[in-house]
C-alpha cells in the first residue's frame, strides 16, 4: 500500500530554501558526517527531499534503534486497548519466571520502567542478559537485579525495550509488525517493512526495523498531530504527550541533545524530540515549529547532524507572515542541488593490464583486530563479459557482486541462503598492483572497502562504520521471510 504525503514548496509553508540549502552544503562540508537521505515536512506538506546517489527513495533501511519509536506506538495501542497497564509488574507478564526472579528489585520492574529506559540498571545488559539466557534474554535480564531501585536512575538499556517488545507480542498474540499493521501501517500507507527476530520469532524491538525514510517521516507526522492522522485519531493524545516528555532525567549521556531526558522510547532534545538510531538515523520533531526532519545515514557523528540542524535549517523555518528573501533563485539552487545528490563513487584508473594474472583468484582476508574487521575469509576476483565481478566469502556464506566503473552499479544478487542483498558498488586499480572495491549495503547504513594485493595475492576488508551485529551477509539487507521462517 502506498499512501504519499502532500508536497509543497519550502516557502509555500513558510521555510526558506536558503536555510535547507545551507543544511545540506553544511552536511556535505563535513567530512564525519555522511546522509543517505532527508525529508523535511512542514505544515503536514514535504517541502524538501533528497536522497544521496545511489541511495533511492523506495528502499527500505536498517533504522537500528529508531526501531524504539515504532515499539513505544506499540505500547500506545496496546495501553489503549486494555492489553497492558503502564504500572504492571513486568515479572507479571512472564508467570513461567516467578519463582526463579526472587530479588525485590527486579520484581519490582515495571513497564513504565523498562518503556522509560529506567530499570535501575546502571549500564547496557544485552551482552549481559544473552550470557545468562541467551535464548530467552528477558530472563537473563531478570535475572540480573538492578543496581538502584527502578525508576531512580537513566541507563540505555537494549534488554529494556526487548522485555517491552516481548511483553506486547504475548498480550496481543503476533508480532511487532503484525499488531502494527491494520493500527499503524496500513492507516498510515506504509508498505512492506519487516522486523529482525530473536531468537527466531519474536521481533527485536529495540533495532531491526526496516523501513524508508518516508515511513520515518510519517511516524514523526503522527505524533507531531499528537496522535490524529487526518480526521482519525490513532493514537490517544494522553499517550503521546506521556512518549514524547521527560519521564527519566539524562544527565550522564556525553551529547548535549542526548542529556535532555529520555521519554518512552523517545529522547528529548534542545528542540522538541526525536527517535534517533546509530549511524544517523533520526525522526526529528519539532511541535513549536510544526515540523518533521526524517533522515537516514551513515554516520557516527550524529550530534554533528542535530547540530548542523539548529544551526542551519531552524533559523529557515519561518512564521506565517515572514517573507522569504530570493525565493524563486533559492528554490532553483535547492532543486539543482537536492537533483545532484550522490556519494562519490570510486574513481580509478582507466584499466591494466594482464587480468589474467588475477582470474579466477581467491585472495585471502586475514585475520584482524582492527576496528574496521569483518567476518570476510577470502575474496574471489573474476570477469563476466567486460565486466569485474567481486565475491565474498564468509566461513557459511558467500555474494558475489558486479562492480561499477567510475561509478555506482546497483544490483540485488543472492547470498547462499537465497536472499536478495541490494548493494552499490564501484571500484578499480589505484595501480598496476592494487584493486580497490567500495560495496555500498543499501538496505544499511554500511559501506564495504576492499582492496587486494596481486604482489601478495592478498586481500584487506574493512567497514567505514562496524555494523552493529560485526557486519554478516545475512544481517546486510532486509528480512525477506516471516519471524519464525527465518
Known sequence: MSRALPRSTPAAQHVDPAAVLAFVDAVEADPDV?????????HGHVVTEGW??????????????LSKSFTSTALGFALSEGLLALDDPVVAHFPELADEVTDPRSRSITVRHVASMASGHDRDMWVEALARDPEDPVRGFLLLPPDDPPGTR????????YTLASIIQRAAGTTLSGYLRPRLLDPLG???????????????????????????????????????????????????????SRQVGTPAMENVDWRQGYGFQFWMARHGYRGDGAFGQFCLVLPEHDTVVATTGGTEAMQAVLDLVWTHLLPGLRPAGDPVVD????????????????????????????????????????????????????????????????TLHEPDNALTVPVG?????????????????????????????????????LETPHRLDLTCSLPTRSASASWRHVPLDGGRLRTLHRPRRPAGER
Not at 52 to 65: I, N
Open 34 to 42: 555522511e546522509l543517505h537521505s532527508l525529508m523535511v515536512l512542514r
Open 52 to 65: 544521496w546517489a545511489p541511495h533511492t527513495p523506495e528502499r527500505t533501511r536498517l533504522l537500528y534503534s
Open 154 to 161: 537513566f541507563a540505555y538499556n537494549q534488554p529494556c525495550t
Open 190 to 244: 506504509i508498505g512492506e517493512v519487516a522486523w529482525r527476530a530473536w531468537p527466531t520469532t519474536l521481533e527485536q524491538g529495540f533495532s531491526g526495523l526496516f523501513a524508508r525514510t518516508e515511513d520515518v517521516a510519517k511516524l514523526g507526522l503522527l505524533y507531531l498531530q499528537r496522535g490524529r492522522w487526518g480526521d482519525t485519531r490513532l493514537l490517544p493524545e494522553e499517550y503521546v504527550a506521556l512518549a514524547t
Open 327 to 390: 525565493e524563486r533563485t533559492d528554490q532553483e539552487r535547492l532543486d539543482q542541488r537536492l537533483r545532484s545528490l550522490a556519494l562519490p563513487a570510486f574513481q580509478a584508473r582507466s584499466g591494466r593490464t594482464g587480468w589474467e594474472d588475477w582470474a579466477d583468484s581467491v585472495l585471502a582476508v586475514p585475520a584482524t583486530t582492527d576496528d574496521g574487521a569483518t567476518a570476510l575469509t577470502g575474496i574471489g576476483l573474476h570477469r563476466e563479459g567486460d565486466r569485474l565481478e567481486v
Open 405 to 441: 566503473n567510475g561509478e555506482w552499479l546497483t544490483s540485488a544478487p543472492c547470498d547462499r541462503d537465497g536472499d536478495p542483498v541490494p548493494v552499490a558498488t564501484s571500484g578499480g586499480w589505484l595501480d598496476e598492483d592494487t584493486l580497490r572495491v567500495e560495496v555500498v549495503f
